[in-house]
């Protein structure tokens, strides 16, 4: 009898409970590059709202370009 195993893989747009377990990266430590301005709204990470209000909006992020950004860092440092 054979067994199948099944892949999950994560969209590339998560929230950030699911971000700190991909990467390893605490919630204050992604809150203080999202907030310091070094990862750019609508690359590393956007707002959203199923409902459009103003106070219900969502912080997701994504997670391929988060992973890019640190590339990017590593290879100029």
């Known amino acids: 009898m054979t067994k199948t195993?099944?892949?999950i893989?994560?969209?590339d747009w998560v929230e950030l409970s699911?971000?700190?377990k991909l990467t390893g990266l605490s919630a204050?430590?992604?809150e203080d590059f999202r907030i310091g301005g070094e990862w750019t709204e609508g690359v590393q990470y956007i707002?959203?709202?199923p409902s459009g209000r103003q106070n219900g909006r969502k912080i997701?992020?994504?997670r391929k370009a988060?992973?890019?950004y640190f590339n990017?860092?590593?290879r100029i440092a």
Do not use: G, K
Request: net charge negative; hydrophobic share 40%; proline share 4%.
């Open 5 to 7: 195993a099944e892949i």
């Open 9 to 11: 893989q994560p969209n």
């Open 18 to 20: 699911l971000l700190t």
């Open 28 to 30: 204050r430590t992604v």
């Open 47 to 49: 707002r959203v709202s």
């Open 60 to 62: 997701m992020y994504n």
């Open 66 to 68: 988060i992973d890019e």
């Open 72 to 74: 990017y860092v590593q």
